[in-house]
């Protein structure tokens, strides 16, 4: 046997050894062992997959470049850990930081509607953006492609989008004012008022459909002023932290397109 040959045996030989070890290190590293429940009888079924999730949670970074926003998302911070699924610089570039199918670290305490723990149920998205600038176009190019891919790839419904400071009022203000929802609208993403806006009639509650819409009510100063950033933006006419008008015919188109126009005004919608 030439000394080749006599390397490649040893190596071989070396391999039969590791392989058995390589497999197991592998095989534990990505299947690990099903959390059982200790009061059941474990009876596996191979009819499953991977949960998905039903929301999709908007925010920006308050940061003052992407790659200060990714050293944030990708460390461990003084104010603990926090990620998102993706960054969209301001330069339209998208980042991919946790896989769709994890739960990534970007709500915090808050609920929308029945949603409790909106970390497992959404997918969160940064968007590089310092709080006080507008958020450029080439950005929300990106992020409305993000949302035809995210929406389509995982039958998210393409109402199920949403702002952090809705989901928590008084504790975020992102995306805040200055965030184009009438444009995600137009290009058919999140919950708009559609069609002229009419007055409600007499008994319509507001705070019901806030609460129909998913807003938490706990605080509702703050409530009403996650829903002026949403569906008011900039506008001039708000005077501070009550509904008016306005509002109130918002309020009672959003009601209406969620089909319970009737059931909280005691009229039906017509
Ligand atoms: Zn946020």
Same mark, same amino acid.
């Given at each position: 046997?030439?000394? /080749? ?14 392989? /058995? ?17 200790? !009061? *059941? ?16 949670? !908007? ?20 104010? #603990? ?28 305490? #808050? ?19 310092? #709080? ?29 989008? !949403? ?20 444009? +995600?609208?137009?290009?058919? %993403? ?22 129909? !819409?998913?807003?938490? +009510?706990?605080?509702?100063? *703050? ?7 949403? %569906?008011? #933006? ?37």
């Amino acid at each position: 046997m030439s000394r /080749p040959h006599a390397l490649h045996a040893r190596r071989f030989a070396v391999h039969r050894w590791l392989m /058995p070890l390589c497999l197991a290190t592998v095989l534990s590293a990505c299947a690990p062992t099903p959390v059982r429940n200790p !009061i *059941a009888q474990w009876v596996p079924s191979p009819n499953y997959d991977a949960r998905r999730p039903v929301l999709i949670v !908007i925010h920006f970074t308050n940061e003052h470049s992407a790659s200060q926003a990714l050293h944030t998302l990708r460390t461990a911070n003084s104010g #603990g850990p926090v990620s998102a699924h993706y960054l969209v610089g301001d330069d339209g570039h998208i980042y991919q930081l946790v896989a769709d199918s994890e739960r990534a670290w970007h709500a915090g305490a #808050g609920h929308w509607g029945t949603i409790t723990d909106v970390n497992s149920a959404s997918i969160g998205i940064e968007l590089d953006n310092d #709080g006080d600038s507008p958020f450029t176009q080439v950005q929300i190019d990106s992020l409305l492609h993000l949302l035809a891919d995210l929406t389509d790839r995982l039958r998210i419904p393409r109402t199920q989008i !949403i702002g952090h400071e809705d989901l928590a009022p008084g504790r975020k203000d992102d995306p805040g004012p200055r965030f184009p929802w009438q444009q +995600l609208a137009q290009a058919g %993403f999140g919950l708009w008022p559609q069609g002229p806006l009419v007055d409600p009639p007499p008994g319509f509650d507001p705070w019901a459909a806030l609460g129909l !819409i998913g807003y938490p +009510l706990d605080n509702r100063t *703050a409530t009403v002023h996650s829903f002026h950033h949403h %569906f008011r #933006g900039m506008d001039a006419g708000i005077n501070g932290d009550a509904l008016d008008g306005q509002d109130l015919r918002i309020l009672y188109a959003l009601s209406r397109q969620l089909g319970a126009g009737g059931g909280i005004t005691g009229v039906p919608a017509g």
